[in-house]
């Protein structure tokens, strides 16, 4: 069966390569290029047309329209997909279109209101496509640190500022407390108003919460995604350790056993920590049998967070995981690490402050990631702010840019690392655009059945590089942190050329990603007496007050 889609593929390459008018009225046409398509495997020096914002005609005969773009010498690729972009403000988005970013989700974190996120989105405009999961962390803040007033949606441009306040009680809620079962009930009705408003999934940051967040909670969470068949993308509870019993594998066996027996789609965000390799194995397998699973990873060996990230805490950073701080965590604002004191000094009158993190490890391990059938690779894009925590209008000179070079240099670094190893090239383009395109369009995302492939009838999200030439020049050196890669000379965003001659133009026609709104909700409440009544056996009720009902009382 395999054979035949892979023939029938091949040969709807060839109808729609051949098909073509010379009468056509084409908006934009590219000739010359390298035409790759990841999903049909189709690699050749081709033509391409582009009407109405989808292209019309792939082609070997002589084709003219309104402007034309000459990619002799370079590949003609489906637009890069990033699954992973907390930088979803006007300036992030100016460094991550730069670099071949087309589409910038994020599926991580997210944003709470849903719906007044994807409006305020839609009335600013935007670059590239964009898209967010319901945000877990900001449903917790919501329920257990009340004391602050939320006025707008939150996400990751303003979420590290919030996070200052509701430290100001002694206690981050969102991130200590457990929940009883009311509060539970609270957090997931937030959770399904969002994927009710369309949300992509649910965006759980169990690292960040790994105290407060119960393993039930965790398990509700999912179930809420599962009953819209939506994804749960998590940033694994016990990300990074590698000391049992708490090794990073367990954390991601909680989330991973949970997806299975729920038969739902799961993402594992920046696979590239201690116990990758289990987990993509496992991965692997889950695919074989049918699950739509899969993690990602970006191609550096440092990453960034807040300064109050729980795993950072001595207990962890130091004694668990051997790290020193002035080795390791380096604070782009003050342009250097920071000692211990200083760290302990910011986390607490500054719990939102945003450090980049050194893992030695990741030297080892980053070579076999470019390597790894089904992984995807997403940026894991912070904003970048100013000093008074608001993002950077679209204007600012990227040379201001202060934060992780991965902001502005995942795709040109990983194509240029694959390059340097031998990877096909072809594999490449599967990671950066295909792959995330296919796992969340059978989720039923509809709008990413359309993208990532080089295919007539796809809508244009185009990225033009130089194979032999792409290169990033971001680095973590101050005033270099944002600096746009070289060989990434046009990006073309649903027929826009929003990228010209490696220059980003001031143009925003990026759509957003999202599932239709419902009208109603798919929310089941947690119920203790409902849960007994369901798994234990029909015996004469003993009923007991909330508090001391052992069921989910965790």
């Not at 004391?147 to 206690?171: C, F, M, S």
Request: glycine share 8%; net charge negative.
């Amino acid at each position: 069966m395999k054979s035949v889609i892979r023939v029938l593929a091949l040969l709807v390459a060839a109808v729609s390569f051949i098909a073509t008018s010379s009468a056509q009225d084409y908006d934009l046409v590219i000739n010359n290029g390298r035409v790759m398509d990841p999903e049909t495997q189709f690699d050749d020096v081709a033509n391409v047309a582009i009407k109405d914002g989808r292209i019309v005609a792939i082609t070997k005969q002589p084709i003219s329209g309104d402007e034309t773009i000459d990619a002799t010498g370079h590949v003609v690729s489906p637009g890069f997909i990033d699954t992973h972009y907390h930088a979803t403000d006007l300036f992030g988005a100016k460094l991550g279109v730069a670099d071949g970013i087309t589409t910038a989700m994020d599926l991580e974190h997210g944003a709470t209101r849903i719906g007044e996120w994807y409006d305020n989105m839609a009335k600013r405009g935007a670059q590239v496509n964009y898209g967010s999961s319901i945000i877990h962390v900001g449903a917790r803040m919501l329920v257990h640190d009340s004391e602050v007033e939320y006025n707008e949606p939150l996400d990751l441009t303003n979420l590290l500022g919030y996070i200052n306040k509701t430290a100001k009680d002694g206690t981050q809620g969102w991130s200590v407390t457990r929940s009883n079962v009311d509060q539970m009930n609270e957090i997931l009705k937030l959770l399904d108003d969002g994927l009710r408003e369309g949300a992509i999934g649910i965006g759980v940051g169990a690292a960040y919460m790994a105290r407060g967040l119960t393993t039930y909670e965790q398990f509700e969470a999912q179930r809420v995604a599962s009953r819209y068949g939506r994804l749960t993308a998590v940033h694994n509870r016990l990300h990074l350790s590698s000391e049992t019993p708490t090794e990073a594998q367990i954390g991601f066996d909680e989330v991973f056993a949970n997806a299975l027996i729920l038969n739902a789609p799961l993402l594992l965000c920046h696979d590239n920590d201690y116990g990758w390799w289990e987990h993509e194995e496992k991965l692997q397998m889950a695919r074989a049998q049918g699950h739509n699973m899969w993690g990602e990873y970006y191609p550096f060996t440092a990453g960034q967070t807040g300064i109050s990230a729980d795993y950072l805490r001595p207990e962890i950073w130091e004694d668990n995981y051997g790290y020193k701080y002035e080795e390791t965590i380096y604070d782009p604002i003050l342009d250097k690490y920071l000692t211990k004191d200083e760290f302990l000094d910011f986390s607490k009158k500054e719990p939102g402050r945003s450090v980049v993190v050194f893992f030695p490890a990741r030297k080892e391990w980053l070579p076999y990631w470019i390597k790894v059938p089904g992984m995807t690779v997403a940026s894991d894009a912070f904003p970048a702010f100013d000093k008074d925590g608001k993002v950077w209008p679209w204007e600012t000179d990227v040379t201001k840019f202060a934060g992780h070079p991965r902001v502005a240099s995942t795709y040109s670094t990983t194509l240029s690392l694959a390059r340097e190893a031998g990877v096909p090239l072809m594999f490449t383009l599967r990671q950066l655009t295909y792959l995330s395109a296919k796992y969340l369009g059978a989720t039923g995302l509809k709008a990413m059945d359309e993208r990532g492939r080089m295919q007539v009838g796809m809508v244009a999200d185009i990225t033009i590089f130089d194979p032999e030439n792409v290169e990033p020049r971001s680095t973590y050196k101050v005033g270099e942190n944002g600096l746009p890669p070289v060989g990434i000379p046009y990006v073309i965003v649903n027929g826009t050329i929003v990228v010209r001659n490696s220059k980003v133009e001031e143009v925003f026609p990026g759509q957003p990603i999202r599932f239709p709104i419902e009208a109603k909700g798919r929310f089941e409440p947690v119920d203790v007496n409902g849960w007994t009544g369901k798994h234990t056996i029909n015996v004469p009720p003993v009923i007991h007050a909330e508090e001391d009902n052992p069921v989910f009382s965790q």
